[in-house]
T-cell receptor, first 113, second 112 residues
Framework: ETGVTQSPTHLIKTRGQQVTLRCSSQSGHNTVSWYQQALGQGPQFIFQYYREEENGRGNFPPRFSGLQFPNYSSELNVNALELDDSALYLC????????????FGPGTRLTVT | GENVEQHPSTLSVQEGDSAVIKCTYS??????FPWYKQELGKGPQLIID?????GEKKDQRIAVTLNKTAKHFSLHITETQPEDSAVYFC???????????FGQGTILTVHP
C-alpha cells in the first residue's frame, strides 16, 4: 500500500509570487484535504476535494485554490504570497466511506521571504 | 466554529510511566475524535480514534476515552517508551465532510 506523498519537500518563494504544491493520495483513497501548519501550532483546514470538486473550505482567502485530478492526486495553489503564508502544508487522503479518517503526507515546507 | 483545547501543553514522564492528555471541544455536533502523533519533520500520524457511539477504545498501550456529555476526550499511553516522545494532537470533527479541527498540541517527552 502506497502512502500519501507530497512534492516538493521544501520551497522558498518571494512575497507576491505564486506557488503550486502537489499531493498524491494513498492507494484506494479518493478524497484529499489540505491543511496549513504554522510553526508551533496545530494544522488548520484549508479545503477538501472529492470527485474533482471542492467539498468543504476553511477560513482561507480565495488566493488559496486547489485542483483534484481523475487519478485523485491534488494541487494546492497560492497566489500573491504573503510572509504569513510561511508554513508546513500538509495533504491528507481519505476514502469516500470515511472522510474523517485522514492519513497525512510528510508535508511541504514553504518559506516566503 | 469549533474551539479545541488540549491540556497539558507539555508533559514529561519517566520511561514506564503512564501519560494522559485531555482534549476539550465546543461543538456538540462533533462525532469523530482522533488523536495524531507528529514527530519532528514528519506529518501527523493517526494513532487512535473513536466515534461518538463508543465510550472507550484500546489498542495495545494506547487508549482513548470519550465523555460526550462533558465534551472532552482523553489519550492514555501506558508503559511509555522513549520513542513515544513527540507532539500529540487531538482533532475532533463535527462536519459531514471531514474537517478536522486540531488542538494546539501536547509535547510529550519520555525520559529513559
Amino acid at each position: 500500500e502506497t502512502g500519501v506523498t507530497q512534492s516538493p519537500t521544501h520551497l522558498i518563494k518571494t512575497r507576491g509570487q505564486q506557488v503550486t504544491l502537489r499531493c498524491s493520495s494513498q492507494s484506494g483513497h479518493n478524497t484529499v484535504s489540505w491543511y496549513q501548519q504554522a510553526l508551533g501550532q496545530g494544522p488548520q483546514f484549508i479545503f477538501q476535494y472529492y470527485r474533482e470538486e471542492e467539498n468543504g473550505r476553511g477560513n482561507f482567502p480565495p488566493r488559496f485554490s486547489g485542483l483534484q485530478f481523475p487519478n485523485y492526486s491534488s494541487e494546492l495553489n497560492v497566489n500573491a504570497l504573503e510572509l504569513d503564508d510561511s508554513a508546513l502544508y500538509l495533504c491528507a487522503s481519505s476514502s469516500r466511506t470515511s472522510w474523517t479518517e485522514q492519513y497525512f503526507g510528510p508535508g511541504t515546507r514553504l518559506t516566503v521571504t | 466554529g469549533e474551539n479545541v483545547e488540549q491540556h497539558p501543553s507539555t508533559l514529561s514522564v519517566q520511561e514506564g510511566d503512564s501519560a494522559v492528555i485531555k482534549c476539550t471541544y465546543s461543538d456538540s455536533a462533533s462525532n469523530y475524535f482522533p488523536w495524531y502523533k507528529q514527530e519532528l519533520g514528519k506529518g501527523p500520524q493517526l494513532i487512535i480514534d473513536i466515534r461518538s457511539n463508543v465510550g472507550e477504545k484500546k489498542d495495545q498501550r494506547i487508549a482513548v476515552t470519550l465523555n460526550k456529555t462533558a465534551k472532552h476526550f482523553s489519550l492514555h499511553i501506558t508503559e511509555t517508551q522513549p520513542e513515544d516522545s513527540a507532539v500529540y494532537f487531538c482533532a475532533p470533527c463535527g462536519t459531514s465532510y471531514g474537517k478536522l479541527t486540531f488542538g494546539q498540541g501536547t509535547i510529550l517527552t519520555v525520559h529513559p
